[in-house]
């Protein structure tokens, strides 16, 4: 017995549980949650044999949310210290975890982060598949179609609720990236994998010539797949170049298959792009794409700020937002350094929260706005408990705050006696003051 | 003998040493940077009876700066702090500093800032003013006309190099405010000392009645006015309010005066501004205001950031500068909360840098994408000592770097033996590798 997807179940008139629980979380009606999930523009993240799962609505019309990465690597595979940025990213505020852990006990620390957290759990297969190849036959090269299938069916069944799979990579990409040359060449590691193993062997990508064999396991667990673009540029100098267009096209031939087969898709986009790139960049994939949910990484509007990424990233987030993306991946401040530690994460998802926030402001989602009305009411008051409470990381604005002033202060030592307030709130009523 | 300005030489068709000097640093032609001038889309900021100086040009066509604003509050007034938080903002790379000191010995601080430093120097002189009323009459309203001019006329002898004037206020600005309404009414210090004085006597603002006076001590020392906004928004609710658009139409009044009188101006901006209305923001200041340099305080995209507005204010001054802004006044972690500390100030000028030069690259301010090609480069080529350097903060970035690996290691912990550099390279040449 095969159990349908939201995506089937919408088409066929009906809401779920899912779709109610999510239209609860996001303030409109099951109605309109059906319809955008009918229409693709919608998914909900939530592997259907997940027991402990609470689903997340991603897509048009809604919040846009933040996903925050976490996982070992080779070099860093301690148990506690996932948990710790676990627990980091949730208490930050994260939508969505990505256990993206590529070292170590890999489905040992998959298992762990899914029984952990109620948050939807993503994950990309094909880390596990290089680094098993390299221990098992000495090379990533030598993996085999079989280990990518295998991978996938167990990070299913352990209750993945959406995969990263670098299905719309293939020779013709490939031969236009090669003529075209790049500055950064692949900076997906997966993408990087699947050339490697292509070019060596000289066969297309399994992901894409066994596209059918994704959608059926993606469809038997109501995965929703991320459809990585395995060659987004890695420098803004590469940004919109042919093998990036190229790569959103076969990622739109392979979106519209999903939709066809009733598999909840969205597509994984950029990394980094110019601030001037960023409209254009989400307008080609919605329009290439069929409107389906846009979950892009950064983006990052410079390739200089190493150690401060998150802030780079914030600013693209922010922008792409507002164009339209629904989804962001996080940088933190470790990016092109190190692999994060607890605070970093922390930092990262702070970072994608204020940029998704400034960015549903201005894409006018309902009622994001009045977050900050409520602020700027307790800062014309003076009401700094209220304040405190607004903050986007209260514990971490009560810290700020109480390094320089006494709790019971009516100002700040910003402006000490000279608070404007003293002086214009007789003529004017109460006044908030800040700056110059 | 009365000096003439740089606007005055310009129209001239003079080419003066501190023109040379700025198209050095700037790498444009001497005559452009001349032209500029003479139109008014570009001013060099450079007090005529400053030794000390290094003339910094803020206009169309260069690259971006970064102010950061510094000073003592009632509550905190340590001249060794003082002196921390200017080594840091320059250490940082801002391109010039604004003494806000409002607390203390006020005048001293600002000749300990301008003898500290070559950076062009900023002032309020109105918040000594106001300080000074307190402390002689016991009541800010009670400050007089020539107590304004006073200061003016001092801080000009000292070397300010430029200042922030609330000029564009006046009674028609403040009933347009009153009958309107908003949710936090005037945020700007200066503005609220002189709306409250201006109600209190029922007389008009000295600032604006007597302009003239301005634009004389202005023109004397080549003083840059930086007609300030006074009732600039202090929460996305008020932007781009009736109020708001008032006050811009009479400064673009006040700077048509100051460029007959060949007083080099320019104009200063919000504030608080939600990221879609950020683009508006500046085409009006430019249309109003005949393209004359706009400085912008963020702009901040949420009210809800506190404790990290630096980075809601990155978000904001990217879009700004992206749009046409041409000098940024940063905003710290401290904003909101309390009066920033020496490392308040690093994070407060690393921020605002990051987002000019992501804005420079968008609005293509030539050789700005450079540093980011030279920084990809050091990227694919796997060279840490170059994109150590190349990062915007190289001591941060090696910290950051250092803390979770080996010196000489070819990779980083992020993706330990699965960077993808060893699968990738030997098909498609040396790769970088991030991210997933």
Redesign the interface.
């Known amino acids: 017995m095969t159990k349908k997807t939201q995506a089937e179940f919408a088409r066929n008139g009906i809401i779920t549980a899912q779709m109610e629980y999510v239209a609860n979380r996001e303030k409109v009606s099951p109605e309109r949650i059906r319809q955008a999930i009918a229409e693709g523009t919608m998914v909900i993240l939530g592997n259907n044999s997940r027991p402990n799962v609470d689903p997340v609505a991603v897509g048009k019309g809604i919040r846009t949310k933040v996903n925050a ?1 976490v996982g070992s ?4 595979m301690e148990s506690e210290g996932e948990l710790d940025k676990l627990r980091a990213a949730e208490k930050a505020g994260a939508d969505t975890i ?1 256990d ?1 852990s ?2 170590g006990d890999i489905e040992g620390f998959l298992r762990q982060t899914i029984a952990s957290t109620g948050l939807p759990v993503g994950t ?1 297969p094909l ?1 596990q598949v ?2 098993e190849a ?1 221990e098992r036959y000495g090379s ?2 030598a993996l085999t179609e079989e280990d990518i299938f295998t991978a996938i069916e167990r990070h299913a069944e352990a209750g993945v609720d959406f995969m ?1 799979l670098h299905c719309a990579l293939n020779m013709d990409v490939i031969d236009r ?2 003529r075209q040359g790049r ?8 993408g ?2 699947m ?2 193993w292509m ?2 062997h000289g066969r297309e990508n399994p992901l894409y010539a066994r596209f059918d064999r994704v959608l059926e396991i993606a469809k038997r667990y109501d995965i929703t797949l991320s459809i ?1 673009d395995a060659i987004r540029p ?5 940004s919109l170049d042919r093998a990036q267009i190229q790569g959103l096209i076969l990622v739109g031939e392979l979106v519209q298959r999903a939709l066809e087969a009733g598999v909840q898709v969205m597509v994984e986009g950029p ?2 792009v ?3 790139h960023i409209q254009t960049t989400i307008q080609m994939q919605k329009q290439l794409c069929h409107q389906v949910p846009y979950f892009v ?1 950064g983006t990052l ?8 990424d ?3 990233s ?2 693209g987030a ?2 792409a937002t ?1 164009a339209g993306a629904d989804f962001i991946c996080y940088v933190t ?7 994060p ?1 607890a605070e970093d994460v922390h930092q990262g998802v ?2 994608a929260r ?2 998704t ?3 549903d ?4 989602i309902p009622g994001a ?1 009045d ?3 409520e ?3 307790a ?2 008051a003076l009401d700094w408990r209220r ?2 409470e ?4 209260p514990d ?2 009560r ?3 109480s ?3 006494a709790d019971d202060a009516p100002a ?7 608070c ?1 307030m ?3 709130s ?4 109460s ?6």
Chains 1, 2 share one sequence.
């Open positions: 990465s690597s080779s070099d860093l990505m993206l590529s070292g990309v880390y290089a680094k390299i990533v090269v990263a990236l090669r500055v950064t060449d692949i900076v997906s590691r997966g990087a994998f050339t490697g070019l060596h990585g890695g420098a803004i100098a590469d990394g980094h110019p601030a001037h990484l509007v410079t390739d200089i700020a190493a150690g401060y998150h802030i780079s914030a600013i922010t922008m507002m401040p470790a990016e092109h350094l190190r692999l530690t702070i970072a204020i940029a926030h400034a960015g402001i201005a894409k006018g706005a977050w900050d009305l602020m700027s009411r800062r014309k304040q405190i607004l903050s986007i990381d971490h604005a810290q700020v705050r390094a320089r002033n700040c030592s910003m402006c000490g006696e000279l404007a003293k002086v214009v007789q003529y004017l009523g006044d908030a003051v800040e700056g110059c």
